[in-house]
């Protein structure tokens, strides 16, 4: 059998972490990315959260997947010399009655226990904050900096000579080298790629904004319709809306500015002022965690996406699930399977 030598096209989360899960196994690559500012991945909040959505379910498989991303990016802190990998509190704040109530019976729920604290009230300082039906503290909760790993993780493998800015169509030689493999890990434009054009792709054009308020000193990530995130620069991140669309990727839309400032407006109590904003398209997998694996008909293209909201928690595990699958024939679990979905 011919040794592995992958090419990776995308670099952005799905693609570096499968780059470093092949780097561990010591497999040679390349990745090809068309280094552009304004992708999903170098702009998204990279929260962590256990208790997710309007809903407050637990997160998929939160118990195997937030250990081994822990693991993995703080391990890769001390390879790169970087800090990127954030624990830190999430406050819930609940946003009418109904929400209040659901809590209460969730709270009850043993496997919830584990991933929230009880606080004295109030959560949060009520004179900068709307919290009048109350919330609760997440714990084992955090964020990814996103853009530093993917830089910081970049000049890694440019130093090596496996990063190189392009666009790859899939052909397994690039610029006179050969691989074996090519792995698509290019988000939301898979879905024009005619090797993918039978997966049923949505997407989601997300916004964040870049804030300036008083916020008391606050550290924590505050939510309560929308995400604020404390910066170290004493600016916060707000974030996000979400518009089912795939056009106009770079440019949010007055729609979703007054989206969010209405929701920024119903958290806080006090003055902000928006420096900047940022918009991207996330790709969208209907009932899919992930879909990973090769291609039906083409047993040397892999292809891994649908990460969705949860890709800085999901990416380490999905990566390694790829390597092994490639490396130990180990099997993919088949509703995430590419070749046996769809």
């Not at 995400?227 to 600016?235: K, S």
Request: charged share 20%; with cysteine; aromatic share 12%.
């Amino acid at each position: 059998m011919t040794a592995p030598r992958i090419l990776i096209i995308g670099g952005g989360l799905a693609g570096t972490c499968l780059a470093w899960r092949l780097h561990e196994r010591g497999v040679p690559f390349m990745i090809v990315d068309r280094d552009e500012p304004g992708t999903s991945s170098k702009i998204a909040a990279g929260l962590v959260t256990p208790i997710t959505g309007m809903r407050m379910n637990l997160s998929w498989r939160y118990d195997t997947l937030h250990p081994e991303a822990v693991v993995f990016y703080r391990h890769l802190e001390s390879v790169l010399g970087s800090s990127f990998y954030h624990d830190l509190p999430i406050v819930k704040l609940l946003r009418d009655q109904w929400s209040a109530d659901r809590w209460q019976k969730r709270r009850e729920q043993p496997d919830f226990k584990p991933y929230f604290k009880d606080t004295q009230n109030p959560l949060v300082d009520e004179n900068i904050f709307s919290a009048p039906f109350g919330g609760f503290e997440m714990q084992h909760s955090g964020w990814l900096d996103s853009a530093t790993f993917l830089a910081a993780s970049r000049a890694y493998f440019i130093e090596r000579g496996c990063w190189q800015t392009g666009e790859s169509d899939g052909s397994l030689v690039w610029r006179g080298e050969t691989f074996t493999h090519a792995v698509f890990c290019i988000g939301w434009e898979a879905a024009r790629h005619a090797w993918f054009d039978w997966v049923p792709f949505g997407s989601a054009r997300g916004t964040v904004l870049q804030v300036k308020a008083d916020t008391g000193g606050e550290t924590r990530i505050i939510n309560r319709g929308c995400w604020l995130l404390p910066r170290a620069d004493g600016t916060l991140r707000a974030g996000p809306t979400y518009e089912l669309s795939f056009d106009d990727a770079s440019t949010p839309s007055p729609a979703a500015i007054e989206d969010l400032e209405t929701k920024l407006q119903s958290l806080l109590k006090q003055p902000y002022e928006i420096l900047d904003s940022q918009t991207a398209v996330r790709p969208i997998i209907p009932r899919k965690h992930a879909l990973i694996g090769f291609h039906p008909g083409k047993p040397n293209i892999g292809f891994i996406n649908g990460l969705g909201s949860k890709g800085v928690l999901r990416a380490p595990w999905v990566g390694r699930q790829f390597v092994e699958h490639l490396l130990d024939a180990k099997p993919i679990e088949p509703d995430m399977d590419l070749a046996g979905n769809f």
